[in-house]
């Protein structure tokens, strides 16, 4: 139940701030925030459609996972 009330939370701010709506679900120094903050800059619409589709869509646990795994 918290996970849906966080999604549904990253994708409002997505909507309102893209950048923030990335950052809370990826962090704020990862190549999906840098990617939304640019788009946005360049225009607000890219930003959000980015924004949405890196919260949706991108499982940041599958990065975390190989990443452990190449480490051990």
């Known amino acids: 139940m918290s996970d849906r009330c966080e999604l549904f939370c ?11 709506g990335v950052c809370l679900r990826h962090g704020c120094c990862t ?3 840098f990617i939304c ?8 619409i890219p930003g959000i459609i980015y924004a949405l589709y ?6 940041q646990e599958r990065f975390r996972r190989d990443y452990y ?4």
Do not use: K
């Open 54 to 59: 890196a919260i949706i869509f991108i499982d």
């Open 31 to 33: 190549t999906e925030f």
């Open 10 to 20: 990253a994708i409002v701010l997505a909507i309102l701030i893209p950048p923030l």
């Open 37 to 44: 903050l640019l788009l946005t800059i360049l225009g607000y």
């Open 69 to 72: 795994q190449q480490l051990e």
